[in-house]
């Protein structure tokens, strides 16, 4: 079993900032990506943004600037540091890993989400 717990979310008013934190447990190989989604009431379900496990990073254009992903991998863990936010960014946000659980012989990645985390940017 694996499992990815998310905590940091929040309610900060515009302009401030916020700190995601998912750790990842269980039976797992080796993790190649991790990473953060998002989903806004009405809206489609966006990637937000990705590190590998040698620290290259993507984000989506809209966070460019504000956002920083890092990770930790001797803990499994990867962070979201969110900075300078606005309403825009309120959504349920998401952990994801793409990862080779334990016990599998294969090459495939599989993927894995958290439960979600809030975060609501309003004055």
């Known amino acids: 079993q694996v499992q990815l717990v998310e905590s940091g979310g929040g309610l900060v008013q515009p302009g401030g900032s916020l700190r995601l934190s998912c750790a990842a447990s269980?039976?797992?190989?080796?993790?190649?990506?991790m990473g953060w989604d998002r989903q806004a009431p009405g809206k489609q379900r966006e990637l937000v943004a990705a590190?590998?496990?040698?620290?290259?990073?993507n984000y989506v254009d809209s966070v460019k600037g504000r956002f920083t992903i890092s990770r930790d991998n001797a803990k499994n863990t990867v962070y979201l540091q969110m900075n300078s936010l606005k309403p825009e960014d309120t959504a349920v946000y998401y952990c994801?890993?793409?990862?080779?659980?334990?016990?599998?012989?294969?090459?495939?990645?599989?993927?894995?989400w958290g439960q979600g985390t809030q975060v609501t940017v309003s004055s």
């Open positions: 994801n890993a793409a990862l080779i659980p334990s016990g599998i012989v294969t090459t495939r990645r599989y993927d894995y």
């Open positions: 269980g039976s797992i190989f080796s993790i190649y990506a």
């Open positions: 590190i590998t496990s040698s620290g290259s990073t």
